[in-house]
């Protein structure tokens, strides 16, 4: 079980260049976010799908692009790179819980670290 | 919208003793509050979790406490371990609000063997 996949591992982009980060989750899971990992900072979200065909903005959206044709893939578009999204990226998946006892997991890939020079 | 603040942002223990760390929340909505733990060059990775409905939970040697009315929780590892070593993240979230969770900032903790 492979659980999310995230690639690429690492990647080096020039300022103005554009890219995508892919996420896939076999878990079928129907929650898929995007987050970046600043020192200090924790991690913040980016953007966020509810299921296919439904995304929204979460707390830095600005410089990103997300689509989800599919329940399994979710990826991350960078349309001009900036210096300031030099950071480590994850995507993570959950299932949504509405009962009134335990918890949701989120199951995180294991990261991309971006450079952009 | 939700600001999670997090104490300390290192923390350094000897094998065997106790190490806590705390977190506060500001929203009063938020009903559930995760702890994972990322080590180096990977993804975090849920530890223990609990719901504004209980006030503490325990797994082996590591528990949860949460204050309700004081907007805050804390996490306990007693007998640390060298494995324990890591960086430790809390977050705060509303369950039926998609799971958008707010995190704390880290707290890298190292136990010296």
């Known amino acids: 079980n492979a659980g999310v996949t995230q690639t690429p591992k690492f990647q080096v982009l020039k300022t103005g260049q554009s890219m995508t980060l892919q996420c896939a989750q076999d878990?079928?899971?129907?929650?898929m976010s995007w987050y970046r990992q600043d020192p200090g900072m924790g991690l913040r979200l980016i953007h966020y799908s509810v299921g296919a065909g439904i995304t929204d903005q979460g707390e830095v959206p600005n410089g990103y692009n997300v689509s989800r044709s599919t329940t399994e893939d979710f990826p991350l578009r960078l349309l001009s790179a900036a210096p300031s999204q030099t950071s480590v990226y994850f995507c993570?998946?959950?299932?949504?819980?509405?009962?009134?006892?335990?918890?949701?997991?989120?199951?995180f890939g294991q990261g991309t670290r971006l450079t952009v020079v | 919208g939700e600001n999670v603040e997090q104490h300390p942002s290192t923390l350094s223990v000897q094998e065997g003793d106790s190490a806590v760390i705390k977190c506060t929340y500001s929203?009063?909505?938020?009903?559930?509050f995760p702890w994972y733990k990322q080590e180096l060059g990977k993804g975090p990775q849920l530890i223990i979790d609990?719901?504004?409905?209980?006030g503490e939970k325990k797994d082996q040697r590591i528990a949860v406490t949460l204050n309700k009315t004081a907007k805050h929780f804390s996490l306990h590892i007693t007998e640390t371990q060298p494995e324990d070593s890591a960086v430790y993240f809390c977050?705060?979230?509303?369950?039926?609000?998609?799971?958008?969770?707010?995190f704390g900032s880290g707290t890298k903790l190292n136990v010296k063997p």
């Open positions: 929203d009063s909505a938020s009903n559930y």
């Open positions: 977050a705060a979230s509303v369950l039926y609000n998609f799971n958008k969770f707010y």
């Open positions: 609990i719901r504004s409905n209980v």
């Open positions: 878990m079928n899971h129907e929650y």
């Open positions: 993570a998946s959950s299932y949504s819980n509405t009962g009134q006892t335990g918890g949701t997991e989120a199951f």
